[in-house]
């Protein structure tokens, strides 16, 4: 079956610090990459996303580039904010040859700590 | 304009009781979800419904039973409710079966005691 891996938190760094968050997959077909942020009391709120291989996903100065080859979707940002302090999901949906698709399957989640 | 609304927000009751939560969403979408959080803050989808069929029915107890009157809505009937059932509930919609991403709700803090 699917499964998503990503580093266990919480991550605990200082202000305008260089982030990463790694993330890694199986999947058998042709999955869809997702990063997902949930800040405290909320929802899920979709950050990024990439569809294909190679493909960039960036919003709010994160970024994440899909790779096939190592089956890793790594979140990154150059200079993290006190704001960013949230929990972090990576996420797979995959797109099947004949049609349709499963719902989504998310890793366990990483606290990211951002102190002033 | 909230998109995927859910209500209530918190749910506190007693076990063996029946619950229900309801979701509705805004966004014209086809397709719509279940996921339940763990007090560890793992998400695992419970259901999914599009165009009020039952696309996908992961391993759930019956105890859980979704019900979609429209496309618009979405909602969690849990009968006797059991300690394990304390959870967060989120409600997510996409506009089909295809097209991730999907749009969540604030969720649904379940406290059985």
């Known amino acids: 079956g699917n499964s998503v891996t990503q580093m266990e938190g919480p991550v605990t760094l200082s202000e305008e610090a260089f982030l990463t968050i790694n993330c890694t997959y199986t999947?058998?077909?042709?999955?869809?990459l997702f990063w997902y942020v949930q800040y405290p009391g909320e929802g899920l709120q979709l950050l990024l996303k990439a569809t294909k291989a190679d493909d960039k996903g960036s919003n709010k100065g994160f970024e994440a580039t899909y790779r096939k080859e190592t089956t890793s979707f790594h979140l990154e940002k150059g200079s993290v904010q006190v704001s960013d302090s949230a929990v972090y999901f990576c996420a797979l949906s995959e797109t099947y040859s004949g049609g349709g698709a499963d719902g989504l399957t998310f890793g366990k989640g990483t606290h990211l700590i951002i102190q002033p | 304009d909230t998109a995927v609304s859910q209500t209530p927000k918190y749910l506190v009751t007693q076990m063996g009781n029946d619950k229900s939560i309801k979701c509705e969403q805004n966004l014209g979408h086809d397709t719509m979800y279940w996921y339940k959080q763990d007090s560890k803050k793992f998400l695992k989808i419970m259901f999914s419904y599009n165009n009020k069929e039952l696309i996908i029915n992961e391993t759930v107890p019956n105890r859980f039973s979704p019900k979609s009157p429209d496309k618009a809505h979405l909602n969690l009937h849990i009968n006797s409710l059991e300690l394990g059932d304390s959870a967060v509930y989120f409600c997510a919609s996409s506009q089909d079966l295809l097209d991730q991403p999907q749009h969540f709700g604030d969720g649904t803090r379940l406290s059985i005691l």
């Open positions: 999947a058998t077909g042709y999955p869809s």
